[in-house]
C-alpha cells in the first residue's frame, strides 16, 4: 500500500496514513501502517536486523491523516513527554450530522473495553474514567449536517467519534458510536467502515532541535464521501 511521506529525519518520520489501515499490528492481521514503514527503512536503507520505529500517537483504523513516528528511542521519549505535558497539538476536520454549535469545549470522562474495542461516556466519580477534552468550531452547515474542526486537548482511544456521539453529533459514517450516521451511509461500498475524519494537522517541537514544527495534509471539505479517498 502506498503510504505517502511528508517529512522524514534521523529521528522522525512524518505520514499521511491511508484510510482502513492499523495504526499497529492487532488481531485482524492486516497489514499495518507501524510494519510497513518499518519494511520500507529497511529497504531503503539496506539495514539489517531490526529496524527501530515507535508509535507515539495513534488514529483509528477508518480515519486517514497525518501522524509522526519516531526513528530513535530519544525522540519517541521526548514527544511522548510533549504529548503528556499537552504541548503537542493534534487537528482533525470531520462532517457531522446535525447543527452543531459555532464553537464549543466537550469534556467527558471515558473508559474502553479492551475485549469489545468499544469506549463508553461514564460519570466524573467513575475511578475507572480518563478525561477527555476537545475543542471544536463549526465550519458550516449544509444538507444537516456541520463540517467541524477539532482540536484535541487529550488523546484518549476513539476519543472524537465517541464524544460528538455523546453530544448528539455522531461522525457521518460511523456505525460503531451513531446509529443515524451508519443510515446515512450511502458511499461506502468502496470504503467499508470509513468515517468522515481526518488528521489534517500536527504541531510539535522538534525532539533534538527544538525547533517548532507543523505538518499539514489535503482537508477533505463538506462532502463525507471525500474523506475515503485518502
Same mark, same amino acid.
Given at each position: 500500500?502506498?503510504?505517502?511521506?511528508?517529512?522524514?529525519?534521523?529521528?522522525?518520520?512524518?505520514?499521511?496514513?491511508?484510510?482502513?489501515?492499523?495504526?499497529?499490528?492487532?488481531?485482524?492481521?492486516?497489514?499495518?501502517?507501524?510494519?510497513?514503514?518499518?519494511?520500507?527503512?529497511?529497504?531503503?536503507?539496506?539495514?539489517?536486523?531490526?529496524?527501530?520505529?515507535?508509535?507515539?500517537?495513534?488514529?483509528?483504523?477508518?480515519?486517514?491523516?497525518?501522524?509522526?513516528?519516531?526513528?530513535?528511542?530519544?525522540?519517541?521519549?521526548?514527544?511522548?513527554?510533549?504529548?503528556?505535558?499537552?504541548?503537542?497539538?493534534?487537528?482533525?476536520?470531520?462532517?457531522?450530522?446535525?447543527?452543531?454549535?459555532?464553537?464549543?469545549?466537550?469534556?467527558?470522562?471515558?473508559?474502553?473495553?479492551?475485549?469489545?474495542?468499544?469506549?463508553?461516556?461514564?460519570?466524573?466519580?467513575?475511578?475507572?474514567?480518563?478525561?477527555?477534552?476537545? =475543542? /471544536?468550531?463549526?465550519?458550516?452547515?449544509?444538507?444537516?449536517?456541520?463540517?467541524?474542526?477539532?482540536?484535541?486537548?487529550?488523546?484518549?482511544?476513539?476519543?472524537?467519534?465517541?464524544? /460528538?456521539?455523546?453530544?448528539?453529533?455522531?461522525?457521518?459514517?460511523?456505525?460503531?458510536?451513531?446509529?443515524?450516521?451508519?443510515?446515512?451511509?450511502?458511499?461506502?461500498?468502496?470504503?467499508?467502515?470509513?468515517?468522515?475524519?481526518?488528521?489534517? =494537522?500536527?504541531? /510539535?517541537?522538534?525532539?533534538?532541535?527544538? =525547533?517548532?514544527?507543523? /505538518?499539514?495534509?489535503?482537508?477533505?471539505?463538506?462532502?463525507?464521501?471525500?474523506?475515503?479517498?485518502?
Amino acid at each position: 500500500m502506498d503510504i505517502p511521506v511528508i517529512y522524514e529525519d534521523n529521528h522522525l518520520l512524518v505520514v499521511d496514513k491511508p484510510i482502513n489501515m492499523p495504526s499497529q499490528k492487532d488481531e485482524s492481521k492486516d497489514l499495518d501502517l507501524q510494519s510497513s514503514l518499518k519494511a520500507l527503512l529497511k529497504e531503503k536503507y539496506g539495514k539489517p536486523g531490526n529496524v527501530f520505529l515507535a508509535l507515539v500517537q495513534r488514529l483509528d483504523r477508518p480515519v486517514s491523516g497525518v501522524m509522526v513516528l519516531a526513528k530513535t528511542s530519544k525522540a519517541a521519549s521526548r514527544l511522548s513527554d510533549q504529548i503528556r505535558t499537552r504541548t503537542f497539538s493534534k487537528k482533525y476536520q470531520a462532517v457531522v450530522i446535525g447543527q452543531c454549535p459555532p464553537k464549543g469545549k466537550l469534556v467527558n470522562h471515558l473508559i474502553k473495553d479492551a475485549k469489545t474495542n468499544i469506549t463508553s461516556v461514564v460519570p466524573a466519580s467513575s475511578k475507572y474514567g480518563k478525561e477527555a477534552i476537545l =475543542e /471544536f468550531t463549526r465550519l458550516g452547515f449544509q444538507n444537516g449536517c456541520s463540517l467541524i474542526e477539532v482540536k484535541l486537548i487529550t488523546g484518549r482511544p476513539h476519543q472524537i467519534r465517541v464524544q /460528538f456521539a455523546a453530544a448528539g453529533f455522531p461522525l457521518w459514517g460511523d456505525k460503531k458510536y451513531g446509529e443515524q450516521a451508519s443510515l446515512l451511509v450511502r458511499f461506502q461500498t468502496r470504503q467499508k467502515g470509513s468515517i468522515a475524519l481526518r488528521s489534517v =494537522e500536527i504541531n /510539535f517541537n522538534h525532539p533534538t532541535k527544538n =525547533e517548532p514544527l507543523q /505538518f499539514e495534509v489535503e482537508r477533505p471539505g463538506f462532502e463525507p464521501w471525500s474523506y475515503f479517498s485518502f
